[in-house]
């Protein structure tokens, strides 16, 4: 930890800044004082409320939006080619990452840093609330905005700060964390990484930097760690509609989270609470009241028919199975899953196991893959994904070219009853709030 510099003579500009990881750092830059503007590629809420906080926000990247004298702050999503970062280096303007700028802010305070492949953002949330619930006041600046804040990012005047890491571009590396917590471990950015091994060792020099260790009990994220890591689990959780019930420590934690990941979820909470100093009895009393982080399952509404709609940033196939799953115990009359695929080389390798998970629901909506930003090559066929969910077992598959043939495809077949769950990051959240538009389920 180290002492909290000035940033009242800083100017940063964040090129992407309508992210969530990106907004939130942006936010904290500005609350410690720094001068902060940015660009996103489309107008979205979360630019008014920048806006609201004296950030100077536009709506588009083009040159004349670099200040002169400023960062530049770029997210893992914005490439080199980007307007404003060629324009940044022939102003000759230091560039930074994302995860730079937050190993910066994390360096601050004591942290916990929360890595992984999956989970890290509802973990990273269940240590804030399980920490402020254990007597431990703390900062955060995660992926997504707490239901209970409205916020991804609260810096305030707390000893800890609870960050969630990057391994898509390495820059959890830049972190020393207190306390680091490795949720699990698959290989997902085949963009950035060769191999499974390649990830394994980026993890395993993470896990290196920490002070204290929290691994899944898995003998593939042990192997990770040093044999004095803290473990944790939550074997057969009781499932029950809207959350579940697990034992942790002799104590018995109610979750109004459904889903058994989000049983392990909380048990890594906990564990990492545990070792900042929050008491371990109101810490775990705590997560009864945890409702969530944006598009983690998040519950929307209805549609005029009555059917309930949830949102979720699912992307790969474990994170769309665990979903659905945890949809399932909500008790639908008929479950239906709508995928936005991303990234042609993931759904060129994944598709089978895209397919599998969709099979978990009754009816598999399959959106065109949308292209990752750094990819090059042909496009990848949806088709792939659909004809994977039949052979699998799915009893109804639509393959649909974009949000609006979705949209006219889910009004014909939703009725009440039935759970419709969105899955993607990139345009699929529209979809979501389009159906529930002025309904309440």
Request: with cysteine; net charge negative; charged share 20%.
């Amino acid at each position: 930890m180290t002492a909290e510099p000035d940033w009242a003579e800083r100017r940063l500009h964040f090129v992407g800044i309508g992210g969530c990881g990106m907004s939130g750092l942006a936010l904290v830059a500005r609350s410690r004082g720094a001068t902060v503007t940015g660009s996103d590629r489309r107008d979205a809420p979360v630019l008014a409320r920048l806006r609201e906080q004296g950030i100077g926000v536009v709506v588009g990247h083009h040159t004349g939006s670099v200040p002169s004298g400023s960062e530049l702050i770029y997210s893992s999503a914005v490439g080199p080619g980007n307007p404003e970062r060629v324009r940044g280096r022939e102003l000759g303007l230091p560039e930074r990452r994302r995860g730079t700028l937050l190993a910066e802010l994390a360096a601050e305070r004591r942290c916990i840093a929360v890595a992984g492949t999956h989970g890290k953002t509802t973990t990273a949330a269940m240590i804030v609330h399980a920490l402020r619930g254990g007597g431990v006041q703390t900062a955060y600046i995660i992926g997504a905005d707490l239901l209970d804040t409205g916020r991804s990012a609260d810096w305030g005047t707390a000893e800890w700060v609870v960050v969630e890491t990057d391994e898509s571009d390495r820059s959890l590396l830049e972190l020393r964390p207190e306390v680091a917590v490795l949720t699990n471990v698959e290989l997902e950015h085949v963009n950035a990484y060769r191999s499974r091994a390649e990830l394994d060792d980026v993890f395993r020099a993470f896990l290196a930097q920490a002070g204290e260790t929290v691994l899944w009990n898995r003998p593939e994220v042990r192997s990770l760690g040093s044999s004095t890591a803290h473990t944790f689990d939550a074997p057969a959780p009781a499932l029950q509609p809207g959350g579940s019930r697990f034992s942790w420590r002799g104590r018995e934690v109610a979750l109004r989270v459904p889903g058994a990941h989000n049983a392990r979820n909380a048990a890594a909470a906990l564990e990492a609470s545990a070792l900042a100093g929050a008491d371990p009895d109101l810490a775990a009393a705590a997560l009864a009241g945890f409702t969530g982080t944006a598009r983690r399952l998040q519950r929307l509404g209805a549609t005029p028919s009555g059917a309930t709609v949830y949102d979720d940033y699912a992307h790969h196939p474990t994170e769309v199975r665990c979903t659905l799953e945890a949809a399932r115990t909500v008790a639908p009359e008929t479950l239906v899953a709508v995928l936005e695929p991303h990234s042609y080389a993931r759904v060129g390798m994944m598709a089978a196991a895209f397919g599998a998970a969709l099979a978990v629901a009754d009816v598999a909506v399959v959106l065109d893959v949308v292209q990752a930003g750094s990819e090059d090559g042909p496009p990848v066929p949806a088709s792939l994904i659909a004809d994977a969910a039949r052979a699998a077992g799915c009893a109804t598959v639509v393959e649909a070219p974009d949000l609006e043939a979705a949209e006219l495809c889910l009004e014909m077949l939703l009725r009440r009853g039935d759970v419709c769950v969105t899955m993607g990051f990139v345009k699929i959240e529209r979809l979501a709030q389009r159906l529930t538009a002025g309904h309440v389920a």
